[in-house]
């Protein structure tokens, strides 16, 4: 990829466009009362996802940019556990009978701190208050420096079907700088137990662009990921951002690789991957040729949400827990950050939504042609606008980067359908943004 688009396209303060509108665009205008509101019109036909948000982890990642608290002891994680119960009690209420739910996610934090026990407990109070449907994915994010057999043991009991691995890199030097120094060894043991308990389905997350990270310890990483055959990988670029997390302090800025080097460990992965029977998905995921995602990228119906690439097709996004993000029908809601605020609302009797956004007719035909660019790379413009009403030369106009895209070889663009080169999916963000009617609309 030539230097100057790198320079040019590869702003990092650009959105990931997991969701469309951005977190930045909600406000306290949402709060609870419309949350519940919203939920009492959900369709009581129409099958929901769950995200609970675990937030807690025996030490604390540097790079990590999630809202994370260390936890060594277990009553700061039954206290919190006491209160997502509640949560989940008084948001099954809004509802006229139990939702159908057709997709669980686990994240974090390390949803793996809570003991076993605790575990099966809570997905049998999930599976009392919905309606499961007997094909529902169930995942868990996991950390395998603190995994335990008894765990694996708990997950497969509770139904879990897929387990998704933080593993970032396998250099014993990388991990040193990122306070995250985990061997080998352990990501292996953690595979066959997950698999030993009846969870075939494994997802890693590999990072580049981390400090003392080189193009030759990615593709050794990748390659030793590989070994394992997970069904699918994540590769995420670092986002160094200390003045937003305090964390990121600590690691050494001189040691991180600047853009060009981030763009050729990318490319370097990628390629690995790609040689390995891996299928690119997107910007920035990686499946085997019979994983859901790759299935769902063939059919057309790979889908984005704020936990990144997704088969899962529902609407609806209910979160629980701290931050924990929703989408409903008639716009997003975030609970609040703080725990202690979140357990505060909750324990009073109400929902923890603090902010929130009120999406308009105009705000749904911009996600969906983000959305849609973000999968295939590619998005029909004028068959979208067409879907929603909208007549599609407002949206190509004001899409004032689309020219300049275009001019230095990004995107192809034909009777309004818009296609990024595959040599330049790394500046898909680039793209998208071009269709974002709440960024700073000034050239780059």
Not at 54 to 77: D, E, H, K, L, Q
């Amino acid at each position: 990829m030539q230097a100057s688009i790198l320079k040019k396209y590869c702003d990092a303060r650009l959105p990931w466009y997991t969701i469309y509108p951005t977190v930045p665009e909600f406000s306290a205008d949402v709060g609870a009362q419309d949350c519940e509101k919203w939920l009492r019109r959900l369709p009581p036909d129409d099958s929901v996802s769950l995200y609970l948000h675990i937030p807690f982890c025996r030490s604390i990642c540097w790079y990590c940019g999630f809202p994370t608290a260390v936890s060594r002891r277990g009553a700061p994680i039954l206290n919190y556990l006491s209160v997502l119960r509640e949560e989940i009690r008084l948001v099954a209420e809004q509802a006229p009978q139990a939702l159908p739910v057709s997709d669980v996610h686990f994240g974090g934090g390390t949803p793996t701190v809570i003991a076993p026990a605790e575990f099966l407990a809570l997905m049998e109070l999930l599976r009392r208050r919905f309606a499961f449907r007997k094909t529902a994915a169930i995942a868990v994010e996991i950390d395998p420096r603190t995994f335990t057999v008894e765990m694996a043991e708990a997950l497969g009991a509770a139904g879990v079907n897929r387990a998704s691995l933080g593993v970032q890199s396998f250099d014993p030097i990388v991990q040193k700088a990122i306070n995250r120094v985990q061997s080998k060894a352990q990501t292996a043991a953690a595979v066959e137990n997950l698999r030993r308990h009846g969870i075939s389905r494994i997802n890693f997350d590999l990072i580049f662009g981390l400090p003392n990270q080189t193009v030759q310890s990615c593709v050794e990483s990748t390659t030793m990921a590989i070994a394992m055959r997970p069904n699918r990988l994540a590769v995420f670029g670092y986002a160094h951002v200390p003045s937003y997390m305090k964390r990121q302090r600590l690691i050494d800025e001189a040691a991180l690789p600047d853009s060009a080097a981030r763009a050729e460990q990318a490319a370097a992965v990628a390629d690995t991957l790609v040689d390995a029977g891996y299928h690119q998905i997107g910007l920035d995921h990686f499946a085997l040729p019979d994983d859901e995602l790759a299935l769902a990228q063939k059919a057309g119906r790979l889908r984005r949400n704020s936990l990144g690439y997704s088969a899962d097709t529902c609407k609806t996004l209910i979160g629980f827990g701290t931050s924990a993000i929703g989408r409903l029908g008639d716009g997003y809601v975030q609970n609040d950050v703080a725990t202690g605020s979140y357990s505060r609302h909750i324990r009073a009797g109400r929902l923890a939504t603090s902010k929130g956004y009120r999406l308009t007719d105009e705000d749904r035909v911009r996600a969906a042609i983000i959305e849609r660019l973000m999968c295939d790379l590619e998005a029909d413009v004028p068959a979208i606008c067409a879907a929603h009403g909208f007549y599609a030369n407002p949206f190509l106009d004001s899409a004032e980067r689309l020219a300049m895209l275009a001019e230095d070889g990004i995107v192809d663009i034909e009777k309004g359908f818009v296609r990024v080169r595959q040599e330049h999916r790394f500046v898909i963000r680039a793209v998208a943004a071009a269709f974002d009617a709440y960024l700073n609309r000034s050239p780059y």
